[in-house]
């Protein structure tokens, strides 16, 4: 008997009066301004502006969701097409169901808009995201527990999740695959700072070590799981996905080291732009006031010397005055 897991929550929903707060769309949005934040710090840093990345974001969030829901639903259509599902189901989204790949794939489309109409290179934005994407990752996982989803084969661990019965479940205690998941982005995101900080990666490649270190933890952990899913030549759909990703992220990474070392000097043009006006307008403001100081003494010199003058004329003319003086004595 079991006497040490993790409980899994009663209910995935909690009632606000009329309006439903649903745990796995709250984790994914807690997710998606961690990853803002997160990546507005890192842009700002290296030399961007505040507040570029959420205007970004605002093409590549939806994108992200329409194609994470879009790679669920393809690769696990017979849950909502099958005979005796409804099809309406598909598009529930807060009862679970975002593909990862399809959701940086599509996403990252939305970013590329965001970044043409900014005149910002992906690569380097991408790169300033990179982390942020996997501490999100961490946060939307436990999405999964409030739905108790996706958890792995049984066992009696002390850090086994409980599922309680439900349809397509049986009440047990499981491997807690969203809580490794979890774990393992967060240690994907700290690589990446790490060796960004350390090789001073630029030109994508702290995304693509980012796709490539999450894909060696998802390849594992997707095994581990007992949920249906479809299997090629004896091993699930998300395994051969990982596989070939990760292939193609460090394909990405030798070549783009090769072609383009080192990282962007300027990722974000407008920002040098307003750096250049605003020196621009300190050194008119100096010469200003540097103008305005020389003025004044200036005026203060001319004041001076009218003042000596002044009190030259006066003196010389007491004294023509006190020679006078006798004069006029002697013809009295």
Sequence with gaps: MNLAFIPSPSTGVIELGPIPLRGYAFCIIIGV???????????????????????IAVWAVPFGLVGGRLYHVVTDYQLYFKDGENWVDAFKIWEGGLGIWGAIALGAVGAWIGCRRRGIPLPAWADALAPGIALAQAIGRWGNWFNQELYGKQTDLPWAVKISEGPNRVADTYHPT???????????????????????LGHGRAFALYVAAYCTGRAWIEYMRVDEAHHVLGLRLNVWTAIIVFVLAVTYFVISAKLRPGREEIVEPAAVDLSKDSSSDDSESAASAEASDTAEASETADAADTSEASGTADAEAKESEGDDAPQTADKS
């Design 33 to 55: 301004f961690v990853a803002v934040w997160f990546g507005n710090k890192r842009w700002i840093a290296r030399g961007g502006r505040a507040g570029t990345v959420a205007d």
């Design 178 to 200: 969203f809580l490794y998941e979890s774990l393992w982005c967060i240690g994907v995101a700290l690589l990446v700072v790490w060796a960004d900080r350390r090789f001073k």
